[in-house]
């Protein structure tokens, strides 16, 4: 249920985040119709889903309990909601280089939700029915929070919602595949190779995508350079990628050091079994912090089908030896087969940027970049 809450905004924005990222890097006119756009794509997929969920009532009642039902009938729209509104303002946020508020607005669902789950916890209230309204609660803080970043009258003139799917169209796939492979493995690991190994890989999923979160604070920061490098003709081919690639290496190496004792000390002997795939999924993090530098660069360059068709095949093929590696390898074969897909989808976005993997060689001048962006400052 809470991946189908984490998931479903994401399907329903249909690419359109993409389309106000680049459209805020340099057409103030345009990102404010497309703003306004956005907002009627939420209501509107709100009210879709809220039909869709009651069509659904009478079957979910005979499988889960009333009050499981009742909070999910609300929280899901509620999220599609807030979702769509608060991921399309935080790419406003990228698109006009707001690299703080971006990186507050991206921790906020996070860190609400694990303060809301732990209080419930800590006052044993915790259950399946009030996990969902944290996650409710945590939608609802984040879209506040992001609110105060991006202002856009509610009147004006709009983007005809139709032409914003159409613009979006190209990047949909991508985007559905991207976010569908941080929550879909942690889905169906779990009848693939046991609860016990389950539980292993989600710790080791958890660790190795904090690289990312770095990395796509940093693509943030560096975006609306690149786009405006990109429309004035000086745009230096893979430099945002190997800038990300280092990110993902500086980012990866600290915490695989730091692994094998960390996870016995913050979750305890029993799941020392996690230290090997968190290891492999780090290894992993640094192709999928790279990939974030070629998204932004085939972002900028218009070619959303290269990205939707790289990162779709990539999430089909971890699938794949997931059910091949899962049951021979358990946690380890899944944090293998994710990290196979991450390697094989930055491949493909290389192919399309005409790069090679010895074009990311990294040069004494990438570190002075990476702290030129960290600095606020051209690179």
Known sequence: MISAILLLPVLLSFGSPTVLRVAAAGDEVAISQHVRSVRLLAVLSATVT????????????????????????????????????????????????????????????????????????????????????????????TLALSSTFVRARLTGTKTPVLRLLRLGGRFAPGQIAEAASYRLDQILVLPVIGAYAAGNYAISVTIALLPDFVAQVVSAAAFRQSAR??????????????????????????????????IELVFGTEFSDAVVPTLIGLGGAVFLATSQGCVALLSIHGRGWLISFAQA?????????????????????????????YLLSTS????????????????????KALLAVLLGRPF
């Open 229 to 262: 490098d990109h429309r004035d003709g000086a745009t230096d081919g893979v430099r945002l990628v190997r800038l990300l690639a280092l990110v993902g290496l500086l980012a990866a190496v600290p915490l695989a050091i730091a692994a094998p004792w960390g």
């Open 313 to 341: 095949g990539g999430l089909v093929v971890s699938i794949v030896l997931l059910f091949v590696l899962g049951p021979l390898l358990g946690a380890t074969g899944a944090a293998i087969a994710s990290s196979i897909g």
């Open 50 to 141: 809220g039909c869709g969920v009651l069509v659904a009532f009478p079957f979910l009642q005979s499988q889960l309990s009333s009050s499981v039902v009742l909070s999910f009938a609300i929280a899901l729209p509620v999220c599609v909601l807030t979702g769509i509104l608060w991921i399309g303002d935080s790419s406003v946020l990228i698109g006009r280089g707001e690299t703080v508020q971006y990186a507050l607005t991206l921790a906020a669902p996070s860190v609400s939700f694990a303060g809301a789950v732990t209080a419930l916890w800590a006052t044993g209230a915790l259950s399946v029915a009030s996990s969902l309204w944290a996650q409710v609660f945590s939608y609802v803080v």
């Open 348 to 367: 493909v976005l290389l192919i399309g940027l005409r790069s090679r993997w010895l074009d990311l060689a990294l040069r004494p001048s990438d570190f």
